[in-house]
């Protein structure tokens, strides 16, 4: 069974920076067949993809809302994914998701997201006090 389990939430103020860590464990070492990403969501509203990555091909995708202020990246071995947030704004104060694809990536949805997330992390809380 893979596992996500995320670090590096907390709170800042706008205008600050934060940087998320995901670490992936998967008993085949399949990282580099995933599409994987960051999910974000606040009590009463729907999830909203945030960044993701297809290991398969290198390729991002990045929500409107966050472009030129976050980036996703993944370390050498495809089992840590990083979310680097900067220039935060209160709005972007949510839990957010570590999520995967597996055991294929099938590519991009919408703008951050990967098709078919079916596996998740447990959440982090970014906090932005204007």
């Known amino acids: 069974e893979i596992q996500l389990v995320e670090s590096g939430g907390g709170s800042v103020q706008a205008g600050g920076s934060l940087k998320l860590s995901c670490t992936a464990s998967?008993?085949?070492?399949?990282?580099?067949?995933?599409?994987m990403g960051w999910v974000r969501q606040v009590p009463g509203k729907e999830r909203e993809g945030v960044a993701a990555?297809?290991?398969?091909?290198?390729?991002?995708s990045y929500a409107d809302s966050v472009k030129g202020r976050f980036t996703i990246s993944t370390d050498n071995a495809k089992t840590i994914l990083y979310l680097q947030m900067d220039s935060l704004k209160p709005e972007d104060s949510a839990m957010y998701y570590c999520?995967?694809?597996?055991?294929?990536?099938?590519?991009?949805?919408?703008?951050?997201?990967?098709?078919?997330?079916?596996?998740w992390g447990q959440g982090t809380q970014v906090t932005v006090s204007s």
């Open positions: 998967d008993p085949r070492g399949a990282y580099s067949r995933y599409c």
């Open positions: 990555i297809d290991h398969t091909t290198g390729r991002t």
């Open positions: 999520a995967a694809a597996v055991p294929y990536s099938y590519g991009f949805g919408t703008a951050g997201n990967c098709n078919a997330f079916n596996t």
